[in-house]
């Protein structure tokens, strides 16, 4: 529940190490004898792997000083798994939390969303009815001790203010408070408990009849929450819905399953796999879906993969979602997680995605080069792709098509049907200077003081947008603020990025309320061309078609 800003830049290119790591459980489909069977495989070794035993065995008995082999078996066993494929991997005991707690549906923590953009931890949302809204932190508090640590000022890593905040639940820690409407410090202390993690991070009503779902994964919980959200929607008027699945790495299979479930009509395929004695396992819709008479568009970016993949395939391919935005990842391997004794595990990929037209949504990679791999989407920028479809060449043998007729491609990721280009038009060096300096979102954080009161009492998107309607001096107090700091005003600039300076200002500004990221996504669609694209498509669809008319693209 702890996360820094997250300044929308033009250019996410090198976040494809953190794609790579997209976890895909493949037990979540059935396949739960794996770790049976891996067991049994070990116990059947034969040459060449009893070399490596044996040379284990000599250097433990026969090497003539003592060692720690525990830490070379920690520091072969990387070495051993980087010679597969890019998504198998090694996971020391000691990270497993780390790497597993982004798809749990909770930890142990204070329940507040904090940033350090200046150096002190500024609290910019306290989770309702979590532990340190009970214990009496509010929304703009600065944190100035942590115990009796000071951590105002000290430069201390984010990493480390958060293994000070959680710990077990039931234990208690004490926090020295700057509020800026008193003079004195306050100080709290904070029975710790469970803080739940949301992966449905924004779900409004974008237009009178179109919802808007953003889902950053596919967690433990994530199907409910988009039950949950379409329900709520469905009862503010939803007809048609922009599913946003842009940087959303991946997780439980079963999740995207359950998801695309909810769209389908009865016996379609969602997906299948394929492991390498050619074994394979369907997935198909029950008819139960609560959102099978919805028009839905899918946004995808390069960031996209593994479950947004198959999710976006599944409907592209059942001609029921039209997918909107650039080429997804690409990552289409199943992995099986294999625990050892020791709190350590296994990842091992022990199969292949399909859509239900029969594409693989893996892209292609060499085996161990796993640094050609993480460039491959610098690859795409540096030729041309990131802004012009023309760019993307696929082969005729990659070609399928649709019960509809439509064609679509194989040969790694997901092609949307409608290409949207990365968008650049009103990036100007002034809106680089105030974004890259981390200028604009210090703004939002002054702002926030200045304004918490009336900031606290916006609960929804409307008494948002009234907030900031009534402030017609934003840019100009913001101009004024960068100049202070070092930004000199540079007006064609200024005028050119407008409307992207002021979006992200009353976007960021709405993140530092009690919405949260919907008051963040509220504010930035005007300038998100992804997103208007998927309204106008959607707007073109007519209302008085039948489901099954909508899906086949009649």
């Not at 532990?131 to 009796?148: F, M, T």
């Not at 479950?307 to 599944?314: H, T």
């Not at 009690?514 to 998100?528: M, N, P, T």
Request: glycine share 8%; proline share 4%.
């Amino acid at each position: 529940m702890y996360k820094n800003s997250r300044n929308k830049v033009i250019f996410p290119l090198l976040l494809a190490v953190a794609v790579v790591a997209g976890l895909v459980l493949g037990q979540s489909m059935g396949r739960n004898s794996a770790e049976s069977q891996f067991r049994r495989v070990l116990t059947q070794l034969r040459p060449p792997y009893e070399k490596l035993n044996q040379t284990m065995a000599l250097i433990q008995n026969e090497y003539i000083d003592s060692l720690d082999m525990d830490s070379i078996t920690e520091r072969v066993m990387p070495l051993l798994v980087q010679q597969l494929d890019p998504h198998s991997m090694y996971i020391p005991a000691q990270a497993m939390e780390a790497v597993n707690e982004p798809l749990e549906s909770e930890f142990d923590g204070i329940g507040v969303v904090f940033n350090m953009a200046t150096d002190t931890v500024v609290v910019l949302n306290v989770v309702p009815s979590g532990p340190s809204q009970k214990a009496g932190v509010q929304n703009g508090d600065r944190i100035l001790r942590i115990n009796a640590r000071e951590v105002a000022g000290q430069r201390i890593p984010q990493d480390s203010i958060v293994k000070m905040l959680r710990g077990p639940r039931g234990s208690e820690v004490r926090l020295t408070l700057e509020r800026r409407t008193i003079n004195d410090t306050v100080c709290v202390t904070v029975t710790r408990d469970a803080i739940p993690l949301k992966s449905v991070d924004a779900s409004f009503m974008l237009t009178d009849n179109i919802g808007f779902i953003r889902l950053s994964a596919f967690a433990k919980n994530s199907y409910a929450e988009v039950l949950r959200a379409l329900i709520f929607l469905r009862a503010e008027g939803m007809e048609k819905l922009i599913f946003d699945l842009r940087g959303n790495t991946g997780g439980f299979l079963d999740q995207a399953i359950l998801i695309a479930n909810e769209f389908l009509p009865a016996d379609r395929m969602i997906v299948y796999t394929e492991d390498r004695h050619g074994k394979r396992t369907e997935e198909y819709s029950d008819g139960r879906g609560a959102a099978a008479d919805i028009a839905v568009a899918v946004l995808i970016d390069e960031e996209s993969a593994s479950s947004s993949e198959i999710l976006a395939g599944a409907l592209q391919d059942n001609d029921r979602g039209l997918i909107v935005g650039r080429r997804s990842f690409g990552k289409g391997l199943v992995q099986q997680q294999i625990p050892f004794a020791d709190g350590s595990a296994l990842r091992l990929t022990t199969a292949r995605y399909f859509t239900p037209t029969g594409r693989s949504i893996q892209k292609p990679y060499k085996t161990g080069d796993t640094e050609g791999y993480d460039r491959e989407i610098y690859d795409r920028y540096t030729h041309n792709e990131m802004f012009s479809a023309d760019s993307i060449h696929f082969a005729d043998s990659l070609r399928f098509t649709t019960p509809a007729g439509r064609t679509v491609y194989g040969g790694g990721g997901i092609m949307p049907d409608r290409f949207i280009p990365m968008d650049t038009t009103d990036v100007t060096r002034y809106y680089v200077e105030v974004v890259g300096r981390n200028i604009l979102y210090r703004y939002t954080l002054e702002y926030g003081d200045r304004h918490r009161a009336a900031l606290n009492e916006v609960q929804t998107i409307e008494q948002l947008r009234t907030l900031l309607d009534a402030d017609r001096g934003l840019l100009s107090d913001f101009v004024a603020y960068a100049a202070r700091n070092g930004v000199r005003p540079a007006w064609n600039d200024i005028r050119r990025s407008r409307e992207l300076l002021e979006a992200q200002l009353r976007a960021l500004i709405g993140r530092n309320t009690a919405l949260e990221d919907a008051g963040y996504y509220s504010e930035i669609h005007s300038v998100d061309t992804v997103i208007e694209a998927a309204i106008e498509e959607l707007k073109n669809i007519d209302n008085t078609l039948k489901p099954n008319e909508i899906e086949n693209g009649n």
